[in-house]
């Protein structure tokens, strides 16, 4: 078991009190934050990166759906770009 600082445990107290939860519970989602960002992993899903093929399928998707505005790029900047 964790032996905590007096101030974390004081923090973590604050916290789940402002949002109604157990302290327990806001530092166990701090920790899997943190975890996530460091791509620990552990009972965490892991997180793959795609592959060619993947981005390609996805590329393909997008160039099927529909063309919604028939604007050219240089319309679409000087709308952008007007006062």
Do not use: C, N, W, Y
């Not at 973590?12 to 960002?37: F, N, S």
């Amino acid at each position: 078991m964790l032996q905590l600082t007096h101030d974390t445990e004081q923090l973590a107290r604050k916290i789940a009190a402002h949002v109604g939860r157990r302290p327990d519970d806001i530092i166990r989602a701090a920790l899997q934050r943190e975890a996530q960002a460091l791509g620990v992993f552990g009972d965490l899903p892991v997180r793959h990166r795609m592959t060619v093929e993947q981005m390609t399928a996805i590329g393909e998707k997008v160039s099927a759906l529909p063309l919604l505005d028939t604007s050219s790029p240089k319309e679409i900047l000087d709308d952008l770009h007007e006062p």
